[in-house]
C-alpha cells in the first residue's frame, strides 16, 4: 500500500448505530487530519493531529470521536449520527505539523457515509 | 479569518486547449501559502501546486501553472494542453505561513474536458 489509504470506502449507517472509519498513510508522516465534505460546501476541518497528540478540534458534535494511536493510524468513531452527518469524509497527512510553507497535506479516497 | 473565492462553478474545455481556473483570497496576513488540489470523481484530493506569497516567480509544475498577482489578491490556475484526464473538481486553498496546516479551501470549480 502506498500513500494513505482509508476504510471502508462507503459506508451506510443507521441513527443508532457506532461504527468507525480507519486511516492509515505508508508516508511516515507526523501529522494527520479529519476533514469533512458535505454537497455545496467548502472541505471542513474536523481533527488535527501531531505525534499521536490532538492540536484542533473545530467544534466538532461529541458523536465524533477521534483516535490516533500512532502516527500511522487515526480513527473516527462515529456513535448516535444525523442525517446531516452524510458526506464524504476525508483523512490527510503531512510531514508536519508546521513546516514555515508549502507544507502540502496527501489525502486518502475518502470514505462516503450515508446516515438513515 | 482567510476567505477563499471561486467564482466559477463549471467549466467545460476541449481537450489539448488551456485552461484558468479563478481564485481569488482575503486576508490580513502579509505571509501565507496557496494550494490547488485536485479531487476526481473517486474522492482523492490530489495536491497539484503551491505559492507562498513572498515567492517572486510563479510557480510551475508540469502541465500546471499558477498565476499569482498579489495586489489584486488572485491566484488563478492555468492547466495547459488539457487531458480528458484533467476532468474533475479543482479547489483553491490557502493557509498562513506561521499556521500552515489550516488549509482555508474554496468552493470548487468543475472541470469537464471534452475530447
Known amino acids: 500500500e502506498t500513500g494513505v489509504t482509508q476504510t471502508p470506502r462507503h459506508l451506510v449507517m443507521g441513527m443508532t448505530n457506532k461504527k468507525s472509519l480507519k486511516c492509515e498513510q505508508h508516508l511516515g508522516h507526523n501529522a494527520m487530519y479529519w476533514y469533512k465534505q458535505s454537497a455545496k460546501k467548502p472541505l471542513e476541518l474536523m481533527f488535527v493531529?501531531?505525534?499521536?497528540?490532538?492540536?484542533e478540534n473545530n467544534s466538532v458534535p461529541s458523536r465524533f470521536s477521534p483516535e490516533c494511536p500512532n502516527s500511522s493510524h487515526l480513527f473516527l468513531h462515529l456513535h448516535t449520527l444525523q442525517p446531516e452527518d452524510s458526506a464524504l469524509y476525508l483523512c490527510?497527512?503531512?510531514?508536519?505539523?508546521?513546516?514555515?510553507?508549502?507544507?502540502?497535506?496527501?489525502f486518502g479516497p475518502g470514505t462516503r457515509l450515508t446516515v438513515l | 479569518a482567510q476567505k477563499i473565492t471561486q467564482t466559477q462553478p463549471g467549466m467545460f474545455v476541449q481537450e489539448k486547449e488551456a485552461v484558468t481556473l479563478d481564485c481569488t483570497y482575503d486576508t490580513s496576513d502579509q505571509s501565507y501559502g496557496l494550494f490547488w488540489y485536485k479531487q476526481p470523481s473517486s474522492g482523492e484530493m490530489i495536491f497539484l501546486i503551491y505559492?507562498?506569497?513572498?515567492?517572486?516567480q510563479n510557480a510551475t509544475e508540469g502541465r500546471y501553472s499558477l498565476n499569482f498577482q498579489k495586489a489584486r489578491k488572485s491566484a488563478n490556475l492555468v492547466i495547459s494542453a488539457s487531458q480528458l484526464g484533467d476532468s474533475a473538481m479543482y479547489f483553491c486553498?490557502?493557509?498562513?505561513?506561521?499556521?500552515?496546516?489550516?488549509?482555508?479551501f474554496g468552493a470548487g470549480t468543475t472541470v469537464t474536458v471534452r475530447a
Open positions: 505559492q507562498g506569497s513572498y515567492d517572486e
Open positions: 490527510a497527512s503531512s510531514q508536519d505539523l508546521v513546516a514555515g510553507g508549502g507544507n502540502e497535506q496527501f
Open positions: 493531529y501531531s505525534l499521536e497528540e490532538r492540536v
Open positions: 486553498a490557502m493557509t498562513r505561513r506561521s499556521n500552515d496546516y489550516k488549509l482555508s
